[in-house]
């Protein structure tokens, strides 16, 4: 049998890492992929490739599956129907373009990391019990139709962040529902400590501001719950001024962590502009 007369998966999984190790999780996602109910999938493993739009891009020139499902390297699975769960919305229903799980910590996940999830924004999100509209469908774990992400443009290979909002806002406007799948859920944990958190805020502040400053067009407004209408995008001095609140919230109730996260945040934000600056005066 040659490759070109083998049946067409239904699913193509697809898991980019830097290392395609992850310190042994990417093995351990493919145990629990091993054990999902549905077993009529191809795992595919993008390795070093930068950025991870790019990665998951490559991942679907080589993706056979009618439906994608892209998880990050640092995720597990909740249990055995994780994938069953994530198409069966596409199999009943016209008005949804891409699904996704809960996101929850691991079980034996730290005091530290227990108390950065409860405070920090869109680290956790609960187990549905029924269908719900989310901006917190992720790259952790989401599934969609390969024809409709290739319909709607693939994913952004230059960005260095914010491919999820980006992604999804295309999604809607094809005039379909981005959802969370209820009884479903996946695992992803917090950093370690705080340095750990430090560098991961950081990071995130220096891409945010990068994607500003070179695609100011694909800076869109993320939430962390659940409702059908959300605002795309929200202006400048908007954000300023919430972000302003949010430091003021947090030292008003205590958020310690919260506000060590977005200090770091600020200090990524503050280092991406002034190496823009330097550079467009050179």
């Known amino acids: 049998m040659t490759p070109t ?3 067409a998966p239904l699913i193509s999984v697809i898991i980019p890492s830097l290392d395609g190790r992850r310190g042994g999780n990417v093995q351990r996602l493919k145990e629990d ?3 999902q109910t549905i077993r ?6 993008v390795v070093g490739v930068r950025p991870n739009g790019k990665a998951r891009n490559v991942g679907v020139r080589k993706a ?18 994780v994938l069953e769960n994530l198409i069966r919305p596409f199999e009943e229903r016209d008005d949804v373009g891409m699904t996704g799980a809960a996101q929850l910590i691991p079980d034996d996940s730290t005091r530290f990391q ?3 999830a409860r405070q920090l924004p869109r680290s956790h999100f609960p187990v549905q019990k029924a269908l719900v509209d989310s901006d917190m469908v992720s790259h952790m774990c989401l599934c969609m139709p390969t024809q409709l992400y290739k319909d709607v443009g693939w994913e952004n290979e230059e960005i260095l962040s914010g491919t999820d909002p980006d992604l999804r806002h295309r999604v809607r406007m094809a005039g379909l529902r981005v959802v969370v799948v209820p009884d479903t859920w996946a695992y992803h944990p917090m950093p370690q400590d705080r340095p750990g958190l430090w560098r991961m805020c950081y990071n995130k502040g220096r891409d945010s501001a990068w994607v500003q400053n070179h695609f100011p067009d694909l800076v869109f407004e993320l939430d962390s ?23 003021v919230l947090s030292l008003w109730e205590g958020h310690w962590t919260r506000l060590f996260a977005r200090t770091a945040w600020l200090w990524g934000i503050a280092a991406e502009q002034l190496w823009y600056r330097r550079g467009r005066e050179l």
């Open 40 to 45: 009529d999938y191809e795992t595919i493993v």
């Open 5 to 7: 007369d083998r049946r």
């Open 33 to 35: 992929l091993a054990r």
């Open 225 to 247: 719950g659940a409702r059908r209408e959300f605002a795309a995008v929200r202006s400048i001095p908007y954000r300023a001024v919430r972000t302003l609140g949010q430091i």
């Open 64 to 81: 056979t599956g009618r439906y994608l499902v892209c998880i990050d390297d640092d995720v597990r699975l909740g249990d055995d129907n």
């Open 114 to 116: 227990k108390e950065a």
